[in-house]
Each structure stands twice: as structure tokens, then as C-alpha cells.
């Protein structure tokens, strides 16, 4: 059974940091691409950021670029999502995803979500 879990979110002030960690299980991490979404009250799901199987390649979401950094870990099957100058439209469920297609946004597993509250 897959399981990914989230952790560290959390309520912050706007202008601070926070990283959000996945620990993944149940399946061969190193062959998946690992990313995060996120869903604001009343949006979509959205796009966030995606890193390769070998971390060598990501992608983020253009609000995401220059404030979020992904990282990964296959060795401790990880995948982290550090975000700096939180905004508080960046007020979300945060959620973990992997998928072997998941650099074209195909999602194969999720996790259950990380509430982040950016006050102003």
C-alpha cells in the first residue's frame, strides 16, 4: 500500500519560511517523480512543483519560482518543499504527490494534505 505523508505545516506570518516534508512508502521512490500541489478554499487543486526520479530536474509553477525550492532525498525517501516570502495567497492545503508521469502533472498517488495559513 503507498502511503505518502506531509508534514510541517503550519501558520505562519507573510514574509516567513516554512518547509514541507513527504515520506514516502510502499513503493520504489527512486522511479517516481515527486511533486506538490496545493488547494485554496474554494480553488482547484493547482500545480506547485515537480523534481525528476533523480532530482536533476524540476519545475515550478510560475508564483512558485524564486520563493519555493523541491528537494529530494531517495535515499530516505523524501521529497521536501521549502518556501520562503510566504504570501498569504500561498493560504493552502499543500499536498504531496508522486507519479511516474507526474512531470506532465499526471499524479498516480496522494498524500492526505498539509493545511499552510499565511497571516498578513
Do not use: H
Not at 518547509?19 to 527512486?30: D, E, I, K, M, Q
Not at 536533476?56 to 525517501?77: C, E, L, P, Q, V
Request: hydrophobic content about 35%.
Amino acid at each position: 500500500q503507498v502511503q505518502l505523508v506531509e508534514s510541517g505545516g503550519g501558520l505562519v506570518q507573510a514574509g516567513d519560511s516554512l518547509t514541507l516534508s513527504c515520506v514516502a512508502s510502499g513503493l520504489t521512490f527512486s522511479r517516481y517523480s515527486m511533486g506538490w500541489f496545493r488547494q485554496a478554499p474554494g480553488k482547484e487543486r493547482e500545480f506547485v512543483g515537480v523534481v525528476n526520479w533523480s532530482g536533476a530536474t524540476k519545475d515550478y509553477a510560475d508564483y512558485a519560482k524564486g520563493r519555493f525550492t523541491i528537494s529530494r532525498d531517495n535515499a530516505k525517501n523524501t521529497v521536501s518543499l521549502q518556501m520562503n516570502t510566504l504570501k498569504p495567497e500561498d493560504t493552502a492545503v499543500y499536498y504531496c504527490a508522486a507519479g511516474q508521469w507526474l512531470m506532465r502533472r499526471r499524479a498516480d498517488y496522494w498524500g492526505q494534505g498539509t493545511q499552510v495559513t499565511v497571516s498578513s
